[in-house]
């Protein structure tokens, strides 16, 4: 069953259709055409679009495909009971051919992919709508924001950096090796915890000289690290440049393929002289030539978005 929605939220949402004009330095990588697209969504109150960037779009057939193809091993060793990491590491060992590998995941994959799917088909479009849609609607209702004046600022991967003792802490993984892209642009935020852990990049392990090249510390605000790359170097790291720190850091890889780590996507839009974001959560890409919805999604979202709201001044 829908929610019923508020007078003042349809007359602020079921509008015509504009377009949130998207900034010219906004590069066409894939992932930023699918934030833009679901950005859209929202601005034109359309559910079925939403609907159609999210993994309960997929048939049975696609799923399983999907499945098969993806690169990501918190997926992987989920559906193997946490055997995935140890296959891996195994085959690196004795010396397995990353064939050998993959038929061993298919043949795996493929006992188990309908049990997942099943679950995925419990979930409603109407829970859909209400868990994941509407609270978005209703986050910008609350601050008032026309969406016809509103305009794209920024799409950014982000991370949330913490620390412990020896080791910096990215998305709740502990000094993870990072896969980044060219031609997408990288948004870091630090916790109290790793203020007095410095943290910089590097094209060499311990550095020490930072690499610089599109990096940007905003000065206001959470101070976060931006970074944006339309080439990228042949080697980057991140690390702590203080000794009594040193091996807090790892190697970030630049990959179109050879991993698919979920993305949290942060899209930010202008209402005025205010920015406001969203964050899309476990977004993941499809197998190449698979496609979803009259948008052609190229990746699709696997947690529910979340309003963060304003953001800062333009």
């Given at each position: 069953?829908?929610?019923p929605c508020s007078l003042?939220?349809?007359?602020l949402?079921?509008?015509?259709q504009?377009?949130?004009?998207?900034?010219?330095?906004?590069p066409?990588?894939?992932?930023?055409?699918?934030?833009?697209?679901v950005?859209?969504?929202?601005?034109?109150?359309?559910f079925?679009?939403?609907?159609?960037s999210?993994?309960?779009?997929?048939d049975?057939?696609?799923?399983k495909?999907?499945?098969l193809?993806v690169?990501?091993n918190?997926?992987?060793d989920h559906l193997?009971?946490?055997?995935?990491s140890?296959?891996?590491?195994?085959?690196?060992?004795?010396?397995?051919?990353l064939l050998?590998?993959?038929?061993?995941w298919?043949?795996?994959?493929l006992?188990q992919?309908?049990k997942?799917?099943n679950?995925?088909q419990?979930v409603t479009?109407?829970s859909?709508?209400a868990e994941a849609?509407?609270?978005?609607l209703?986050?910008?209702?609350?601050e008032?924001?026309?969406?016809?004046?509103a305009r794209?600022h920024a799409?950014e991967v982000?991370h949330e950096?913490s620390?412990?003792?020896?080791?910096f802490?990215i998305?709740?993984?502990?000094?993870p090796?990072?896969?980044?892209e060219?031609?997408?642009?990288?948004r870091?935020?630090?916790?109290?915890k790793?203020h007095?852990?410095s943290?910089?990049?590097s094209?060499?392990r311990e550095?020490p000289?930072?690499?610089l090249?599109g990096v940007?510390?905003?000065e206001s605000?959470?101070?976060?690290?931006v970074?944006?790359?339309?080439t990228?170097p042949l080697?980057?790291?991140?690390?702590c440049p203080?000794?009594e720190?040193?091996?807090m850091?790892?190697h970030?890889?630049?990959?179109s393929?050879g991993?698919?780590?979920?993305?949290n996507?942060?899209?930010?839009f202008?209402?005025?002289?205010k920015?406001?974001s969203i964050?899309?959560?476990d977004c993941?890409?499809?197998?190449p030539g698979m496609?979803?919805g009259?948008?052609k999604?190229?990746?699709l979202?696997?947690e529910?978005?979340?309003?963060i709201?304003?953001a800062a001044?333009?």
């Amino acid at each position: 069953m829908k929610l019923p929605c508020s007078l003042g939220l349809i007359l602020l949402l079921a509008t015509s259709q504009v377009s949130l004009a998207a900034p010219q330095r906004l590069p066409a990588h894939s992932l930023n055409v699918f934030a833009y697209n679901v950005l859209e969504s929202f601005r034109n109150n359309d559910f079925e679009n939403f609907y159609q960037s999210t993994v309960f779009a997929l048939d049975g057939e696609s799923f399983k495909a999907f499945l098969l193809k993806v690169k990501n091993n918190e997926i992987r060793d989920h559906l193997t009971n946490e055997n995935w990491s140890n296959w891996e590491k195994e085959a690196k060992e004795q010396n397995k051919s990353l064939l050998e590998l993959e038929e061993q995941w298919e043949k795996e994959c493929l006992k188990q992919w309908r049990k997942i799917y099943n679950h995925l088909q419990k979930v409603t479009p109407s829970s859909i709508r209400a868990e994941a849609f509407t609270p978005i609607l209703r986050g910008a209702e609350k601050e008032g924001i026309q969406w016809q004046t509103a305009r794209l600022h920024a799409i950014e991967v982000f991370h949330e950096v913490s620390a412990d003792e020896t080791q910096f802490i990215i998305d709740g993984a502990k000094k993870p090796a990072l896969y980044w892209e060219s031609g997408l642009s990288y948004r870091l935020r630090f916790d109290q915890k790793s203020h007095d852990r410095s943290f910089r990049l590097s094209t060499q392990r311990e550095g020490p000289v930072p690499y610089l090249r599109g990096v940007t510390r905003e000065e206001s605000g959470h101070q976060d690290l931006v970074v944006s790359f339309n080439t990228s170097p042949l080697e980057l790291y991140y690390f702590c440049p203080r000794k009594e720190y040193k091996g807090m850091g790892n190697h970030i890889h630049f990959s179109s393929g050879g991993k698919h780590p979920k993305r949290n996507v942060m899209v930010t839009f202008a209402y005025g002289k205010k920015l406001f974001s969203i964050l899309l959560r476990d977004c993941l890409p499809l197998p190449p030539g698979m496609q979803v919805g009259a948008k052609k999604n190229r990746w699709l979202q696997f947690e529910r978005p979340v309003w963060i709201g304003p953001a800062a001044s333009e």
